[in-house]
């Protein structure tokens, strides 16, 4: 067959370009197109629940000892905060909403953290976490005041120590690190100290029938005339001073409504009094005095008329009155501590402890409720539980003759020793007073022996 040279040109020309279609090169990239507008930045989130302040006092504890833990916790929406409060293995910790009780470990040396989660309720949520410790070791100091320290001793608000020696006439203010800050001359022998409100320290004399009214700074104030052998006292919260004269058998008052202080007998033997040893006044301001010589406390009222007589041991000499207004009383012959309670309506007198004691003088209560004792011959302070129970024995050394004792802010006990002419500070054993500086209704010092 023939064919013509234009259809063989067409057919060839046909093939050649389908081969270069099949093996040609890759085309050329197209250029990149503009780009595009930025993203609009989204709303701010809601802020979430702040923990504004986390707290634990004291933050370092004697073994089984127990500390209070507050957090503050804010958060903008105005919803009511929960609190959920942990503790790391051998630390225990209750919390109260904001508040929380921790109790160490039974072990010196022990670290632990207390953990708080605030919790909004809408899913926000912020943790606070707290250090905690015992004392590496139990620290005891002994520091010297003047000649034979007896019964006198109580603290003020800055946490200074006020010794009343009996054998010196004399007082002296420690710090907290022991340093003697004043030392003043009062009136003969010593034996009870008080410090009211304003700092004001008032002193029991025995032997010179007076009270010694000095200043913070030492400095004498008045001298005001009492009855025989004055060795108890006590200041209510109006400010007014009362006196327990052992050997005339009256209580003391002295009031400030007139231009100048008025000291008057407001009970005697009449009232019940019988060697009245020590005083001290509940929230009620009514006045509580052991008498020594029958065996019994005398309630007074805050006019000195009497509202009850209750049977104790034999030789009361110590008084202190708890948080829920407890009178507890140490009886120093029959080595035993009364409590007398108002829970039935009418007052319970008990013997609660009966063991471990040896002639008990001194007597206080620390804010965890804990009942501390010296015992004058068993050269040592004991520390029970509310329900009479012993937790620990600390020596104050051979032949001391520990007196009375007093409890600090810090939970600090300071403990005059007789014959040895020091006070002991068993440091941080304790849980601070829950009425403090007053030595009228719950402060432990002020003279109750």
């Known amino acids: 067959m023939k064919v013509s040279i234009k259809t063989f040109f067409i057919f060839t020309l046909f093939v050649m370009l389908l081969l270069a279609g099949c093996s040609g090169s890759n085309g050329k990239t197209g250029a990149t197109g503009p780009q595009g507008p930025a993203g609009t930045q989204g709303p701010a989130g809601t802020p979430g629940v702040v923990i504004n302040s986390l707290n634990a006092t004291p933050n370092q504890l004697v073994p089984n000892g127990t500390a209070i833990a507050v957090v503050s916790a804010s958060v903008p929406t105005g919803t009511k905060l929960s609190y959920k409060w942990t503790a790391s293995q051998n630390w225990s910790v209750v919390g109260y909403g904001t508040t929380a009780t921790i109790t160490a470990p039974p072990k010196y040396h022990d670290v632990g953290y207390v953990t708080v989660v605030v919790d909004d309720g809408l899913g926000m949520t912020a943790t606070g976490i707290i250090a905690m410790s015992t004392l590496s070791q139990l620290v005891v100091n002994n520091y010297d005041v003047d000649y034979e ?37 009062v009136g003969s022998s010593p034996y009870a100290i008080a410090i009211d409100a304003s700092g004001n320290v008032w002193v029991a004399n025995d032997t010179s029938k007076n009270v010694t ?53 407001v009970a005697n033997s009449s009232n019940g009094l019988d060697g009245p040893a020590c005083i001290a006044i509940d929230a009620s301001g009514n006045v509580w005095v052991t008498n020594d010589g029958t065996d019994t406390v005398t309630e007074l009222s805050p006019t000195g008329n009497t509202i009850g007589t209750y049977t104790v041991g034999k030789d009361p000499v110590g008084i202190a009155i708890d948080a829920s207004g407890n009178v507890w009383v140490a009886n120093s012959s029959s080595n035993t501590i009364s409590e007398t309670t108002f829970t039935t309506g009418t007052p319970q007198t008990t013997t609660v402890i009966s063991s471990d004691l040896d002639e008990p003088y001194g007597i206080a209560i620390d804010g965890a409720g804990n009942i501390w004792v010296a015992n004058y011959d068993g050269y040592n302070v004991n520390e029970y539980s509310p329900n009479g129970s012993i937790i620990e024995t600390y020596s104050m050394g051979q032949y001391s003759y520990p007196v009375s004792i007093a409890i600090d802010a810090f939970g600090n006990v300071w403990v005059p020793n007789y014959a040895t002419n020091t006070v002991t500070e068993l440091v941080a054993v304790a849980q601070g007073p829950q009425f403090f500086p007053y030595t009228g209704p719950q402060f432990p010092g002020g003279g109750n022996y």
């Open 213 to 265: 009214e000095l200043s913070p700074t030492g400095n004498t104030i008045g001298t005001y005339t009492v009855g025989n052998d004055p060795v108890g006292i006590a200041i209510d919260a109006s400010g007014n001073v009362w006196v327990a004269n052992s050997s005339s058998n009256t209580i003391s008052e002295t009031t400030f409504t007139t231009s100048a202080p008025v000291t008057t007998t």
């Open 149 to 185: 320290p007896w019964a006198g001793i109580a603290i003020n608000a800055a946490g200074d120590i006020w010794v009343a020696s009996y054998g010196s006439d004399a007082v002296t203010e420690l710090n907290q690190a022991g340093a003697i800050i004043t030392t003043a001359t």
